[in-house]
């Protein structure tokens, strides 16, 4: 493996040395970003709170272009406004000046391994005791419920009173997954935060899933996060959705359905059961895909 730490570059103005933070926010997408929930969580922490760049990745050994195209604008006449990929480690202090550190961008395509073993080596360097990725990921809920979370964890104990909805199950890797496997491998403890979107929404914004991420990433990290932004676009949200579900009644037959299947799955691990029927991720983006279809199709 080429040396992970020329993977990437501080800032010129950054000593390394000087830098200490407990904690290491992970926002890199990963093969879906439900409710684009990853986005919304940088733009409130990047936005509201005190932040500079201390290193900047080398996108180019990172990211497959034309897998994942980065925007361009054509003016006439010739091209310009090109959105070059970033992948980025922040410093950012929390509402009551503790630094944290915040690692995001696009999900690598490339060097998984060595990309692994440049955080593994950042959070040794800054000596972070606790690496925190966050993301959405589609499930069969409802928003009219509270936003639930899987979490995932290098110890049972970083996730106290956990329970789990899903058992073994084998499925295509992410960097943020195989990151939980190598920081465990040496000693980091890792935390995952996966919020719970309606299928419905998965392919747009959810803010008040960012909400629920934010408030427990500020519990399991002890950071002090505001969400106020986040909380008034999450009324705007919730409008728009009471409105579309008055005039579309399959929209509203498909949320009654889910309240139902949502239902009967927090009943049985109240009475710590295994729930009977919780749909495959097959079956979840099936259901996904052929409701966003509908919204395509001529009436």
């Known amino acids: 493996m080429l040396d992970p730490a020329s993977l990437y570059q501080f800032e010129t103005h950054v000593d390394p040395r000087t ?6 926010v992970v926002t890199l997408g990963a093969f879906v970003d439900a409710g684009h929930v990853q986005r919304l969580v940088d733009e409130q922490l990047l936005e509201t709170l005190p932040n500079h760049v201390l290193a900047r990745f080398d996108a180019d050994q990172l990211v497959d272009y034309a897998g994942r195209r980065p925007p361009i604008t054509f003016d006439r006449d010739h091209f310009t406004e090109y959105e070059r990929p970033q ?27 060595r990309m692994a073993a440049a955080v593994v080596h950042l959070a040794d360097t800054f000596d972070v005791e606790q690496v925190i990725n966050v993301q959405g ?52 403890a890792s935390v995952g935060l996966a919020a719970h979107i309606p299928p419905y929404l998965a392919e747009t914004d959810f803010p008040e899933a960012a909400v629920a991420l934010l408030d427990s990433l500020g519990t399991h990290a002890r950071l ?19 409105q579309g579900m008055a005039e579309d009644g399959d929209l509203r037959d498909l949320v009654e359905s889910l309240e139902e299947q949502h239902d009967q799955v927090v009943r049985a691990l109240g009475q710590h059961e295994e729930p009977e029927e919780v749909p495959t991720a097959d079956e979840l983006g099936a259901q996904a895909e052929a409701f966003l279809r509908s919204l395509d199709d001529p009436q």
């Open 87 to 113: 992948i980025t480690l922040h410093h950012v202090l929390d509402a009551d000046g503790v630094p944290f550190l915040l690692l995001n961008g696009p999900e690598p395509a490339f060097q998984w391994e």
């Open 224 to 242: 002090n996060l505001p969400t106020g932004a986040l909380e008034a676009k999450t009324e705007r949200v919730a409008a728009r959705l009471a």
């Open 19 to 24: 830098i200490r933070a407990k904690a290491m």
């Open 137 to 188: 990921v589609p499930m069969a809920v409802p928003h009219t419920r509270p936003v639930s979370l899987s979490r995932y964890a290098t110890s049972l104990d970083l996730i106290p009173g956990h329970q789990p909805i899903f058992g073994t199950m084998r499925m295509g890797a992410s960097l943020p997954a195989l990151l939980s496997v190598r920081l465990g491998e040496a000693g980091v």
